[in-house]
């Protein structure tokens, strides 16, 4: 199996750059390869290094050097990004990545490029000094409003009704990303405190409300009954080991439903929407927001700045024409 273990040096350096100095987390390091890997798959082909014919997922990659990788234009890159938008599968039978899928890539190869010419300092000339990303259609976050919040605690029932509504709590009051969620210890409710570990480890507190704090008091007294084969782990499945990801959505997609609410349209992570907009309309700034949600960047956070529709028609009938009838 071709794995990031298998690359070739010069990519394997760049990798380990960013998981250990950089702090990335494993994930976002294998997305750097596999995004590297096919860029490089596509040069290969296109200046017709592998024998005709060859599948494009059986290019190998191995033998790409500090030449090879020097050798790149801005022309090539282009070529490149064309390709990705007009033949390479997309999956679901569309052909073409989106743009925000090259756009990605675009940043992986200005990352890699800025390594090699900055960092590392053996290339002298960045080739996507210049490039330009696709341009990417911005969505704002889909949320729950308030009443909806309330309505999917209040419906949560069942078997693991303390497990699930503490869940559901922690998402809506915290923002937590449903990997810091899985990832949580007993050890890391502290008081009035939660410990999370978010992306790249990089750690972070936040102060449990009286509701998260109600809702991990009834959780703990069901969990403490438990013979756990994960004795740290603070969430547990039905078979006593942590929760994962997969349980933590089809959990959250059923009492949303539950709830009446479209359980397409919403998620774990729009929860964490949910949590963002809500606590930005109850007045928290959002330089606070962006440390409780553990964004590395202020611009990440401030998209929530958008969906506060109210303060907007609030400032609108307060402007001093906002009554005026030119007919009166």
């Known amino acids: 199996m071709d794995t990031r273990d298998n690359a070739p040096e010069i990519l394997r350096e760049f990798l380990v750059y960013h998981e250990t100095i950089k702090g990335h987390s494993k994930k976002t390091v294998d997305e750097y390869y596999l995004d590297l890997r096919t860029f490089f798959r596509y040069i290969k082909m296109a200046r017709g290094l592998v024998p005709k014919g060859t599948d494009f997922e059986d290019i190998h990659i191995q033998d790409v050097d500090l030449p090879f990788v020097g050798s790149i234009t801005l022309t090539d890159v282009y070529d490149f990004l064309s390709y990705l938008s007009r033949q390479r599968p997309a999956g679901s039978g569309q052909v073409g990545l989106s743009p925000t899928s090259r756009a990605r890539k675009i940043a992986t190869l200005r990352s890699f490029y800025k390594y090699l010419t900055v960092k590392a300092k053996k290339l002298e000339k960045n080739p996507v000094a210049d490039l330009d990303s696709p341009k990417v259609k911005k969505t704002l976050p889909r949320y729950l409003s ?7 605690l209040a419906s949560v029932e069942g078997k693991h009704k303390a497990r699930d509504l503490c869940i559901l709590t922690l998402f809506l009051n915290c923002g937590l990303r449903i990997s810091e969620l899985v990832d949580l210890n007993i050890s890391d409710v502290r008081g009035d405190t939660l410990r999370i570990r978010g992306k790249g480890g990089k750690e972070r507190e936040v102060f449990l409300n009286d509701a998260c704090l109600n809702a991990i008091k009834a959780y703990m007294e069901v969990r403490e009954a438990i013979q756990a084969a994960d004795k740290s782990a603070l969430f547990l499945s039905a078979r006593r080991t942590r929760i994962t990801r997969a349980t933590v959505h089809n959990l959250v997609k059923k009492h949303i439903a539950n709830a009446g609410l479209d359980a397409d349209r919403y998620s774990a992570h ?27 960047h202020l611009n990440t956070t401030q998209i929530y700045t958008h ?22």
């Open 270 to 296: 729009k929860l964490r929407h949910t949590a963002a907009t809500l606590m930005l309309r109850g007045g928290v700034d959002v330089r606070t927001l962006q440390e409780l949600l553990g964004h590395e």
């Open 307 to 328: 969906v506060e529709s109210e303060s907007l028609r609030r400032a609108a009938r307060l402007n001093p024409l906002s009554d005026f009838d030119p007919e009166e």
């Open 146 to 152: 308030l009443d909806e919040s309330r309505s999917l």
